[in-house]
């Protein structure tokens, strides 16, 4: 079973940045499309972006399409998420798994909070 670790995040002000990085235990990263994913108080997880296997093609939610750039090492086991011009809706806890097919464990996510 894979284990996520996701680190980065922190309390920033409206339009600053912060570098997300989600690393996956295994042999086998390289041959999946991973994702971001979010979740604010009170709702639901949702899409943030995604990558394929070889980081050829990303896809973003609407809400942060300009905003925020997905990417991969591969050699280290790693995705990242680059996030600027933070809104205070993008507050939550971000989490990296599999995109596609039944999700690996979630890892414990790591908090992003933007202040107005």
């Known amino acids: 079973q894979v284990q996520l670790v996701e680190s980065g995040g922190g309390l920033v002000q409206a339009g600053g940045s912060l570098r997300l990085s989600c690393v996956a235990s295994?042999?086998?990263?390289?041959?999946?499309?991973m994702g971001w994913f979010r979740q604010a108080p009170g709702k639901e997880r949702e899409f943030v972006a995604d990558?394929?296997?070889?980081?050829?093609?990303?896809n973003y939610a609407d809400s942060v399409k300009g905003r925020f750039t997905i990417s991969r090492d591969n050699a280290m086991n790693t995705v990242y998420l680059r996030m600027n011009s933070l809104k205070p809706e993008d507050t939550g806890v971000y989490y990296c798994?599999?995109?596609?097919?039944?999700?690996?464990?979630w890892g414990q996510g790591t908090q992003v909070t933007v202040s107005s």
């Open positions: 798994n599999r995109q596609f097919g039944v999700k690996w464990d």
């Open positions: 990558i394929t296997n070889h980081g050829t093609r990303t």
């Open positions: 295994g042999r086998t990263f390289s041959t999946y499309a």
